[in-house]
């Protein structure tokens, strides 16, 4: 099969494409699925440099859509009753950067054939994200107000409309007027730029609480190095700041006295597999965010699709920060 192998951490170009790559065989409680459309996360990123290290050599990648091919023992008969031609989508498999994956059968979705394989492959990590960090860690209600970094990214124009939805106002941070039209387009009430008095501005915006007490209740920040101090800042008195990505590099360690001298602040790291701990989360997570894009009220960009063999072009467009939406590889 065609594929992707990294045999060194490092840049982009470690992603090296291969077109005789043994089939995976499907073992105990696994399927093979024939890959439609594989997502391209920041976890792939982290992975090939090596600060998620993986034994070497390994095929990237751990989300993607397709059509099961082959089940493997155990799966036939199974509490949910996959069967060969089945449409799926995963988000914690292994190996996805190929034109096939054993993916274990407890790991998959079922998608709607109204939603093509690009969305279903590029929707699972960020859209449950979004979902977990606006319903379980922001805990958002009517009228809370929310700060995002990268607003028109993948995830950032999932949690914005999220946010939306449960009440809250939102506020986001763009590099371009072209990202501010989409953060906007997506509901946010406040778009700024990284170059912006964001603290400041957001103040301002959050004046009407009362001038001993400024800021947002909830800063969801998945940039990381470049934004956190800026996070910080922007947090009320005993807000929350939600730390769940490092597009820009991993943040320093850091004297939790900080927290105090910002307003005794509340900090979390979290992460999806936190959230998705059993197959009943999973279940319900997935069917809420494949519900509403079915049925149109909840939008997903794909900013861009590129083929499996330009695996190091789509991992140079992510860290580039210039993308929007969410972005895909074509087996």
Not at 178 to 183: F, G, I, M, T
Not at 205 to 220: K, N, S
Not at 280 to 304: C, K, M, N, Q, Y
């Amino acid at each position: 099969m065609r594929g992707i192998i990294i045999e060194s951490f490092g840049g982009p170009e470690q992603l090296d494409f291969r077109e005789d790559l043994p089939d995976p065989i499907p073992g105990d409680g696994e399927v093979l699925v024939s890959v439609g459309a594989v997502g391209v996360n920041f976890t792939d990123v982290y992975q090939r440099e090596g600060i998620y290290p993986r034994p070497l050599p390994f095929t990237p990648g751990s989300e993607g859509a397709g059509v099961i091919r082959d089940l493997g023992p155990g799966v036939a008969g199974g509490p949910d009753g996959w069967s060969v031609g089945d449409r799926v989508a995963w988000c914690n498999a292994p190996d996805s950067y190929a034109e096939l994956v054993a993916v274990p059968a407890d790991s998959l979705v079922a998608i709607p054939d109204s939603i093509p394989d690009d969305v279903a492959a590029s929707i699972l990590l960020q859209g449950l994200t979004a979902h977990f960090l606006v319903h379980d860690v922001g805990c958002l209600s009517p009228d809370d107000t929310v700060l995002l970094t990268a607003g028109a990214g993948g995830v950032g124009l999932l949690l914005t409309q999220f946010a939306v939805a449960a009440g809250a106002r939102v506020a986001t941070i763009v590099s371009s007027d072209e990202k501010a039209a989409l953060s906007r387009d997506a509901g946010a009430e406040l778009v700024l730029h990284y170059d912006d008095d964001v603290a400041a501005r957001i103040r301002d915006w959050t004046g009407d609480r009362g001038a001993d007490d400024p800021g947002v209740d909830v800063v969801f920040d998945g940039v990381g190095n470049a934004t956190f101090d800026v996070s910080l800042q922007c947090a009320r008195v005993r807000g929350l700041v939600a730390l769940f990505g490092a597009a820009s590099g991993a943040v320093p360690p850091m004297d939790p006295q900080q927290l105090n001298q910002h307003g005794s602040l509340f900090l979390t790291r979290p992460h999806l597999r936190h959230f998705i701990r059993d197959r009943a989360e999973l279940s319900h997570r997935a069917g809420e965010v494949l519900s509403r894009i079915a049925d149109g009220t909840l939008r997903v960009r794909v900013g861009d699709r590129f083929p499996l063999d330009d695996a190091a072009g789509a991992h140079r467009a992510l860290q580039s920060r210039a993308t929007t939406g969410s972005l895909v590889l074509l087996p």
